[in-house]
């Protein structure tokens, strides 16, 4: 009370005496409705703090809540990311299994071709000895009608007898071996016919597998889509729920504590939000413009020569569309190192140049990956393979299929990344290969 009392008084000091009653008591209204007015203000104040408060400990709450969701997400998410290295797992045993069956097959289907040419020419040879054999006897029935006997008893000379004797046993020496050759031709053509048997039912067997394994292998793949689509979707999902609450809560505590500050601070966002969004606007304006100008991967094979003599003659390794080319903008910090070729999945990728396997498995980043190693320090990099058919220290040819392509690696959609080396040094695929 003592500051109002203060102000009366100064009130009563500047006042003329004759009208000092109604001054007083018209100061003392103004000193009311004063008082009045600020325990007004001080009371909507506190409400308003209050609600305030109210407001930042219910975001709180949601925060700490959204948290907990993100931890618990966190572990789903590892268990959803292991459930993609599994499926990719799969895809890859299913798709090397198959590569291994179709080898068969064509191996099988090989032998049966020379089975078959054999057993035709087996029985050939055999109609051939039935033919000879035949004509002998037929021969030996024409000629002698007359018994062995009696054929030596008109000889006169005992010399001539000796010689028609000698000559009998040739020709039943003779006769016997054409029936032996005959013999050991039928045989032979059975053991072929058994061997052909036996192979037909390993083909049929290894088709009926074949088709069991594609149908293994397209499964395999949409498990590893559903997998995939599953852990992105709950990652995003939780991130961006915490992420709306702790900027609700930022933007509170910027109102309780400076609002000039708080507009300072969303001025700031909204201009680095902007820079961001025209530099990403930059960004895929000149992957557009990469895009619109890609050429098309065709694949034709040189021979087995030096690798650093092959540069604009190799094949590229899959037949597809280059949808990233080299030192085209990844991100806001790297550029890409190689390629990207666009291709189906399962297609079938081939070595460029004869080499050595370096590398052959699962790399973080890369998913399934293989490396060969070419003379003179010259390496070939084929990345995000769904399997990989050639093992380490393996020696392959320049055509030979080494794996299929796919997705692994975390990646969205089938495609081939491939480099070029040179020691630690990339080099342009493009200026390699035609």
Same mark, same amino acid.
């Given at each position: 009370?003592?500051?109002?009392?203060?102000?009366?008084?100064?009130?009563?000091?500047?006042?003329?005496?004759?009208?000092?009653?109604?001054?007083?008591?018209?100061?003392?209204?103004?000193?009311?409705?004063?008082?009045?007015?600020?325990?007004?203000?001080?009371?909507? *104040?506190?409400?308003?703090?209050?609600?305030?408060?109210?407001?930042?400990?219910?975001?709180?709450?949601?925060?700490?809540?959204?948290?907990?969701?993100?931890?618990?997400?966190?572990?789903?998410?590892?268990?959803?990311?292991?459930?993609?290295?599994?499926?990719?797992?799969?895809?890859?045993?299913?798709?090397?299994?198959?590569?291994?069956?179709?080898?068969?097959?064509?191996?099988?289907?090989?032998?049966?071709?020379?089975?078959?040419?054999?057993?035709?020419?087996?029985?050939?040879?055999?109609?051939?000895?039935?033919?000879?054999?035949?004509?002998?006897?037929?021969?030996?029935?024409?000629?002698?009608?007359?018994?062995?006997?009696?054929?030596?008893?008109?000889?006169?000379?005992?010399?001539?007898?000796?010689?028609?004797?000698?000559?009998?046993?040739?020709?039943?020496?003779?006769?016997?071996?054409?029936?032996? %050759?005959?013999?050991? =031709?039928?045989?032979?053509?059975?053991?072929?016919?058994?061997?052909?048997?036996?192979?037909?039912?390993?083909?049929?067997?290894?088709?009926?597998?074949? /088709?069991? *394994?594609? %149908?293994?292998?397209?499964?395999?793949?949409?498990?590893?889509?559903?997998?995939?689509?599953?852990?992105?979707?709950?990652?995003?999902?939780?991130?961006?729920?915490?992420?709306?609450?702790?900027?609700?809560?930022? =933007?509170?505590? /910027?109102?309780?504590? =400076?609002?000039?500050?708080?507009?300072? %601070? *969303?001025?700031?966002?909204?201009?680095?939000?902007?820079?961001?969004?025209?530099?990403?606007?930059?960004?895929?304006?000149?992957?557009? *413009?990469?895009?619109?100008?890609?050429?098309?991967?065709?694949?034709?094979?040189?021979?087995?020569?030096?690798?650093?003599?092959?540069?604009?003659?190799?094949?590229?390794?899959?037949?597809?569309?280059?949808?990233?080319?080299?030192?085209?903008?990844?991100?806001?910090?790297? %550029?890409?190192?190689?390629?990207?070729?666009?291709?189906?999945?399962?297609?079938?990728?081939?070595?460029?140049?004869?080499?050595?396997?370096?590398?052959?498995?699962?790399?973080?980043?890369?998913?399934?990956?293989?490396?060969?190693?070419?003379?003179?320090?010259?390496?070939?990099?084929?990345?995000?393979?769904?399997?990989?058919?050639?093992?380490?220290?393996?020696?392959?040819?320049?055509?030979?299929?080494?794996?299929?392509?796919?997705?692994?690696?975390?990646?969205?959609?089938?495609?081939?990344?491939?480099?070029?080396?040179?020691?630690?040094?990339?080099?342009?695929?493009?200026?390699?290969?035609?």
């Amino acid at each position: 009370m003592s500051i109002y009392y203060e102000i009366l008084t100064a009130l009563k000091l500047t006042m003329p005496k004759p009208t000092m009653r109604l001054t007083i008591r018209t100061t003392m209204q103004i000193v009311l409705v004063l008082f009045a007015i600020s325990t007004l203000v001080s009371i909507t *104040t506190v409400v308003q703090a209050e609600s305030q408060q109210r407001q930042q400990k219910k975001l709180q709450k949601q925060i700490n809540s959204a948290t907990t969701n993100l931890k618990n997400s966190q572990a789903t998410s590892y268990k959803l990311h292991k459930n993609v290295l599994n499926a990719e797992k799969k895809l890859s045993n299913a798709s090397r299994q198959l590569y291994n069956t179709e080898q068969k097959i064509n191996k099988l289907a090989t032998q049966l071709n020379k089975s078959n040419a054999l057993k035709q020419k087996l029985k050939q040879q055999t109609e051939q000895e039935k033919d000879a054999l035949s004509q002998q006897m037929q021969a030996l029935y024409t000629s002698g009608k007359q018994s062995h006997l009696r054929l030596l008893l008109k000889q006169d000379d005992p010399s001539d007898i000796s010689r028609t004797v000698k000559y009998f046993e040739y020709l039943n020496l003779h006769r016997v071996k054409r029936i032996h %050759k005959i013999n050991d =031709r039928l045989e032979k053509i059975q053991a072929v016919q058994l061997q052909i048997n036996q192979d037909t039912k390993a083909l049929t067997t290894l088709q009926k597998q074949q /088709g069991i *394994t594609k %149908k293994e292998l397209k499964n395999a793949a949409a498990q590893r889509e559903k997998s995939y689509k599953n852990q992105r979707k709950e990652v995003i999902t939780n991130k961006q729920a915490l992420k709306k609450l702790k900027n609700e809560e930022s =933007r509170l505590q /910027g109102v309780i504590a =400076r609002l000039a500050a708080q507009q300072a %601070k *969303t001025d700031r966002i909204r201009k680095e939000k902007q820079a961001r969004l025209e530099k990403e606007r930059a960004r895929k304006e000149k992957s557009k *413009t990469s895009t619109k100008t890609s050429i098309i991967a065709k694949p034709h094979y040189v021979p087995n020569k030096a690798f650093s003599s092959l540069k604009g003659k190799l094949s590229w390794p899959v037949r597809g569309r280059i949808t990233k080319t080299y030192d085209s903008i990844r991100n806001s910090k790297q %550029k890409w190192k190689g390629v990207i070729i666009s291709a189906p999945g399962g297609s079938k990728v081939r070595a460029v140049a004869r080499g050595t396997v370096e590398f052959s498995g699962r790399l973080n980043g890369y998913g399934y990956l293989i490396i060969i190693r070419h003379d003179n320090n010259y390496r070939s990099l084929y990345a995000y393979n769904r399997s990989v058919y050639k093992k380490q220290g393996q020696i392959v040819n320049v055509g030979d299929t080494i794996a299929a392509v796919g997705n692994s690696g975390g990646r969205s959609q089938n495609g081939l990344y491939f480099e070029i080396r040179k020691g630690t040094s990339h080099r342009n695929p493009a200026s390699w290969c035609r």
